[in-house]
């Protein structure tokens, strides 16, 4: 049988989202706006076709790999802002190593795998800094991180009108464009480009580190208990530090990708706001790296049909964020509900104090 | 820059970072003030920086279609309290966190002022008349400089009334039992919860006032690229301010100072590094919470529930 858990975990936040989906359906009604046009809008542009479900999967790797990027810390029980700085400075840091080596004529598969390495090693030293500033310093992460976002988008935005400026880029400043031999093209004559396949590869990968090795254990238990971990010897801070580390790598592949698959340069694009969706992502997985999976999926064929629903609808592009934020904000409403249902509640047992 | 008169040049910077930081650290000081106030009743409203951007284009919104600024003000405050209340709400729930809920309307206020705001990108609305003080001196760029927004004064009273109200009255010993000991709070018989909602509703309005000053004054327009974390910002200077509110007048001064930096390069021509210098606020924030997050003084003076102390 099922534990208890699980079936919480899946079921409450299913009928968070089924809530949220009534309430957004309200918000439409008021607007005058069709709701069934909307569902009818969102399964045509997020999975009706093949066409869409690429469309879908493609803008759902970015926000597997946040989604990993808030949930691995959130184990261990910081709430890291961090992403969206570690997308755009590692994006950034690949976008420029490439730069000599392209202008050498390296073979592409060996440009590449600098260039993810260059992405995953800044992001993990950005993003690390604030687990370390909370450790040695006693910083408050989640304003840290954040502040770590805002300083790297206005450092590369620097960097990138500066001395990095690509002189052919007249109306949006930009690095080199990579050229089409080194861009990374879709996975088996699909759309989709690789970044998918490391975001799966990960949210195993990580979902393995985290349920079944002494590390994973390690870091949940002082995710559960900061002063008990401690009392036990384990090495909080780097732990602390490692966690997130992970998180800000996860979030510099995102930046890799955006630049090896999607814009093949540098430029204010890459703030594209993966790394708060990938928040949200993270909290309807309740922080498992597996669950991520596919409710980035199911974000991902929101923001697909978005387009369809702008033009149809006649709606601004923010109505996604509107939706966003009303699920967001259910989901968290319903987080009183977990051990308070009323189906085996009398499996809970255990020493509370 | 002019080759001939480095003085004079400087002086001009000197200025236009006066005038400059008393501009930028108005909605500082608002969301300071609110979120000080919260966090001194034991809550933290990370959300703030959705006030401040549904008070902005909420109070541009309304000062365009009624032609009255101070109305726009009214619209963003009562804004802000319907989030302030619903934040309140949510929190008071069991296994409910309070920083994930902050994030949660942060999201959403922004997503809403978005949604809304699209057909007022365009049209110009009435702005928030100016007191010009610098009347005393025959220097344009001092008169430029002078040139204040009522909403500052109001923002220096509003800091002066809540030091003496939580220091002197009854009203401020039970906000800050709340914030120290819901325990010992409740065996006083005071309602924690409505405490608590009524500290972040009134929060939540202070913020929303300081979004609208960002639409209304200065910068003077509706934009989705208006606040850049200002909300959040607060929050760091809230803890560097030691939540005592006539600190936190001087340090929004300070971050004003901060983000007016690069603007007033810009008057004298150095537009080299321009980005550079707007990263300045935040490097400021994040060196002075690295500075103040292990002081003595500073775990003394901070509300006992807050969770983010913990």
């Known amino acids: 049988m099922l534990n208890t858990r699980v079936i919480e975990s899946v079921t409450i936040p299913l009928a968070a989202l089924l809530v949220s989906g009534l309430v957004f359906s309200v918000f439409l009604l008021i607007l005058g706006k069709s709701p069934a046009t909307f569902a009818s809008l969102v399964w045509t542009g997020g999975f009706s076709s093949w066409f869409s479900i690429q469309n879908a999967l493609q803008r759902a790797a970015p926000l597997i790999l946040t989604g990993l990027a808030f949930a691995i810390p959130a184990r261990i029980g910081l709430t890291l802002l961090g992403a969206e700085g570690a997308v755009v400075i590692g994006g950034f840091s690949a976008a420029v190593v490439a730069i000599p080596l392209v202008t050498a004529g390296m073979p592409a598969a060996f440009v590449w795998l600098v260039m993810a390495s260059a992405a995953m090693v800044v992001g993990a030293v950005w993003v690390g800094l604030a687990g370390w500033l909370k450790h040695h310093r006693g910083v408050n992460e989640t304003i840290s991180s954040l502040l770590l976002t805002y300083i790297a988008i206005a450092i590369v935005s620097f960097l990138i009108e500066g001395p990095f400026r690509d002189p052919g880029s007249a109306n949006k400043p930009s690095t080199m464009p990579l050229g089409t031999d080194y861009r990374i093209g879709g996975m088996f004559d699909s759309s989709v480009h690789w970044g998918l396949a490391a975001g799966l590869v990960l949210a195993v990968a990580l979902w393995v580190l985290m349920a079944r090795t002494p590390f994973g254990f390690a870091a949940r238990m002082t995710g559960g208990n900061l002063r008990a971990a401690q009392g036990q010897g384990l090495p909080v801070g780097r732990l602390l530090v490692a966690c997130c580390a992970i998180a800000g790598a996860c979030a510099g592949i995102v930046g890799f990708f955006e630049i090896a698959a999607i814009h093949g340069q540098a430029n204010a694009s890459l703030a594209a706001g993966y790394g708060f969706t990938g928040i949200l992502v993270a909290f309807l997985a309740r922080h498992n790296p597996l669950a991520v999976v596919p409710v980035a999926i199911l974000f991902g064929a929101l923001d697909a049909a978005g387009g369809l629903i702008q033009r149809r609808m006649e709606m601004p592009d923010a109505t996604m964020l509107v939706l966003q934020g009303i699920i967001f904000v259910v989901l968290l409403i319903s987080d009183t509900f977990h051990g308070r249902l009323p189906f085996g509640t009398s499996q809970r047992t255990g020493a509370r104090t | ?310």
Not at chain 2, 160 to 177: A, D, H, S
Request: a positive charge.
């Open chain 2, 1 to 310: 820059m002019t080759q001939a008169e480095p003085l004079a040049s400087m002086m001009i910077v000197f200025y236009a970072m006066i005038g400059g930081a008393i501009r930028v650290s108005t909605p500082f000081l608002f969301v300071a003030l609110g979120e000080c106030l919260t966090e001194k009743s034991g809550r933290i409203n990370l959300g703030l920086e959705g006030n401040l951007i549904l008070g902005a284009m909420t109070g541009y919104a309304v000062s365009y279609n009624t032609g009255s600024a101070w109305m726009g003000v009214l619209a963003a405050g009562g804004v802000g309290v319907v989030l302030g209340v619903a934040h309140g709400w949510i929190c008071k729930l069991p296994k409910v966190n309070d920083i994930a809920v902050g994030l949660a309307f942060m999201g959403l206020g922004t997503g809403l002022a978005f949604f809304f705001g699209k057909p007022y990108i365009q049209p110009s609305a009435p702005r928030l008349g100016s007191v010009p003080l610098g009347g005393w001196s025959n220097n344009p760029q001092v008169q430029q400089a002078l040139q204040i927004n009522p909403l500052f004064f109001i923002g220096i009273m509003l800091a002066v009334f809540l030091w003496w109200m939580l220091r002197n009255t009854r009203w401020g010993l039970v906000i800050r039992v709340t914030g120290d000991s819901a325990a010992s709070a409740r065996a006083m018989g005071v309602n924690v919860d409505m405490v608590r909602l009524l500290a972040t509703a009134a929060g939540g309005c202070l913020a929303g006032i300081g979004g609208a000053f960002l639409s209304l004054s200065y910068p003077g327009s509706w934009n989705e690229g208006l606040s850049s974390g200002q909300g959040l910002m607060a929050v760091a200077l809230v803890i560097f301010a030691r939540w005592n509110p006539l600190r936190c007048v001087l340090a929004a001064l300070l971050f004003g100072a901060a983000g007016a930096l690069g603007p007033s390069l810009q008057s004298i021509g150095v537009s080299f590094g321009y980005h550079f210098f707007n990263a300045a606020p935040y490097i400021l924030t994040l060196v002075i919470m690295i500075a103040s997050a292990r002081s003595r003084s500073a775990a003394i003076e901070a509300p006992r529930e807050l969770s983010i102390i913990k």
